[in-house]
């Protein structure tokens, strides 16, 4: 399963979309504090963390360091508006930074090493 934390609602639902249609499970929240909880009763069945690091209340990378607590082998992609080297130069360069409008394929190919598969849909024929 993909957590997916972003305070923009209708991008929580393109990420589930396009995530979704290729095979990946996953759960959205618009509220970090509700995304830890959930975290926390379920990491053991979570593949990654899909997260925007600017966000009222609490920052994604704030959100990060908490779930690493729980579970110091988090993976997670960090999404962001500004430039990915601002970005890296603020949190430093340990998860995955994808700087938005981003070209789905890279996602997609950033799956596996973090999932240990793919989360492309397998044809049984």
Same mark, same amino acid.
């Given at each position: 399963?993909?957590?997916?934390?972003?305070?923009?609602?209708?991008?929580? $639902?393109?990420?589930?979309?396009?995530?979704?249609?290729?095979?990946?499970?996953? @759960?959205?929240?618009? *509220?970090?504090? /509700? &995304? %830890?909880?959930?975290?926390?009763?379920?990491?053991?069945?979570?593949?990654?963390?899909?997260?925007?690091? $600017?966000?009222?209340?609490?920052?994604?990378?704030?959100?990060?360091?908490?779930? @690493?607590?729980?579970? *110091?082998?988090? /993976? &997670? %992609?960090?999404?962001?508006?500004?430039?990915?080297?601002?970005?890296?130069?603020?949190?430093?360069?340990?998860?995955?930074?994808?700087?938005?409008?981003?070209?789905?394929?890279?996602?997609?190919?950033?799956?596996?090493?973090?999932? /240990?598969?793919?989360?492309?849909?397998?044809?049984?024929?």
């Amino acid at each position: 399963m993909v957590i997916i934390i972003d305070d923009e609602p209708i991008l929580c $639902e393109v990420f589930k979309l396009m995530l979704g249609e290729n095979g990946c499970e996953c @759960q959205t929240f618009l *509220s970090p504090k /509700k &995304a %830890i909880a959930f975290y926390e009763e379920n990491h053991s069945n979570i593949c990654f963390v899909f997260v925007d690091v $600017e966000m009222p209340v609490m920052n994604g990378y704030d959100c990060i360091k908490i779930m @690493q607590k729980i579970n *110091s082998g988090l /993976k &997670a %992609i960090i999404t962001t508006g500004h430039s990915k080297e601002k970005t890296e130069k603020k949190y430093g360069t340990k998860f995955v930074i994808l700087q938005k409008p981003f070209n789905f394929d890279i996602l997609y190919e950033l799956i596996p090493p973090l999932c /240990k598969r793919t989360c492309k849909k397998e044809i049984v024929t």
